[in-house]
């Protein structure tokens, strides 16, 4: 079992980056799919990205694809978000997961962060 910790977060103005970063602590981390999550307010938790156990398959929601790069350094144990050409609706606490496989990041069981704020401005 691993324990996650996000950090990264902030306020940018849009069109700005953000880096997030997920730092994991325990045994296994190269064993773990991870993931992204975001959360604004009123609405409900979404997948954002995905990444496997060796970072060569990575997976975006629609609306970040070609603007937010999903990442993952095992020597480091910690997941990354690179997020560009951030804009307003990207505003949301964002989450990191660790689940058994890529496929099941989404939807399936897995080790929650506590998250960390994101704040877009106009």
């Known amino acids: 079992q691993v324990q996650l910790v996000e950090s990264g977060g902030g306020l940018v103005q849009a069109g700005e980056s953000l880096t997030l970063s997920c730092v994991a602590s325990?045994?296994?981390?190269?064993?773990?799919?991870m993931g992204w999550f975001r959360q604004a307010p009123g609405k409900e938790r979404e997948f954002v990205a995905a990444?496997?156990?060796?970072?060569?398959?990575?997976y975006y929601t629609g609306s970040v694809k070609g603007r937010f790069t999903i990442s993952r350094d095992n020597a480091k144990n910690t997941v990354y978000l690179q997020m560009n050409s951030t804009k307003p609706e990207d505003t949301a606490v964002y989450y990191c997961?660790?689940?058994?496989?890529?496929?099941?990041?989404?939807?399936?069981?897995?080790?929650w962060g506590q998250g960390t704020q994101v704040t877009v401005s106009s």
């Open positions: 997961k660790a689940g058994p496989t890529t496929v099941q990041i989404p939807t399936g069981s897995g080790t």
């Open positions: 990444i496997s156990q060796n970072g060569r398959n990575t």
């Open positions: 325990g045994r296994g981390f190269s064993n773990y799919a």
